[in-house]
T-cell receptor, first 115, second 109 residues
Framework: TAGITQAPTSQILAAGRSMTLRCTQD?????MYWYRQDLGLGLRLIHY???????GKGEVPDGYSVSRANTDDFPLTLASAVPSQTSVYFCASSDSTSGGAETQYFGPGTRLLVL | GQNIDQPTEMTATEGAIVQINCTYQTSGFNGLFWYQQHAGEAPTFLSYNVLDGLEEKGRFSSFLSRSKGYSYLLLKELQMKDSASYLCAVLDSNYQLIWGAGTKLIIKP
């Protein structure tokens, strides 16, 4: 199985432009997550979704929005990109059906540069 | 606030043993994870501890002391492919993962 795929692999984006980072999983996991990873910092949770149709804010949600129309897809949208959103973005999923202490599996990441 | 501390970087020799420490202060505790991340790649799961003690899995072992807010990852018989960053993460009372910044492990021949 493919596991989790993310697109694009990398992107250069002009400040003020909008962009959607795509994430798709084929493991039928109920929970999905978006993280950003910056040098010297731990992974920081942007948004999450415990099940299709629901979403929640993580530690650093400002400037980002998500939707979860179905189990497999969890796109992340930057409405108006700023240089501080330059980062590596990871999507992850887990089968958190009984309390959330399940392993998270990560996609390959999207490297975003905002100029 | 919530805090996960790990050394920024460690160096070890091929064939040797290395211990990577992690201390944490979080709002609640529902387990501790260790992940491996090679440069330019995604994190991959190594271990999960929720009870005190040592969990052994091949060349890798992970230890947890909840009373001390402390864990370590022990890597034996180091191989060059073990050169990577090792991420410690704690599942807090809201079942959200709080991540450390990671320890970059450099293996020398």
């Amino acid at each position: 199985t493919a596991g989790i795929t993310q697109a694009p692999t990398s992107q250069i984006l002009a400040a003020g432009r909008s962009m959607t980072l795509r994430c798709t999983q084929d493991m039928r996991h109920n929970a999905m997550y978006w993280y950003r990873q910056d040098l010297g910092l731990g992974l920081r949770l942007i948004h999450y979704s415990n099940t299709a149709g629901t979403t929640g804010k993580g530690e650093v949600p400002d400037g980002y929005s998500v939707s979860r129309a179905n189990t497999d897809d969890f796109p992340l949208t930057l409405a108006s990109a700023v240089p501080s959103q330059t980062s590596v973005y990871f999507c992850a999923s887990s089968d958190s059906t009984s309390g959330g202490a399940e392993t998270q599996y990560f996609g390959p990441g999207t490297r975003l540069l905002v100029l | 606030g919530q805090n996960i501390d790990q050394p920024t970087e460690m160096t070890a020799t091929e064939g040797a043993i290395v211990q990577i420490n992690c201390t944490y202060q979080t709002s609640g505790f529902n387990g501790l994870f260790w992940y491996q991340q090679h440069a330019g790649e995604a994190p991959t799961f190594l271990s999960y501890n929720v009870l005190d003690g040592l969990e052994e899995k091949g060349r890798f072992s992970s230890f947890l002391s909840r009373s001390k807010g402390y864990s370590y990852l022990l890597l034996k018989e180091l191989q060059m492919k073990d050169s990577a960053s090792y991420l410690c993460a704690v599942l807090d009372s809201n079942y959200q993962l709080i991540w450390g910044a990671g320890t970059k492990l450099i293996i020398k021949p």
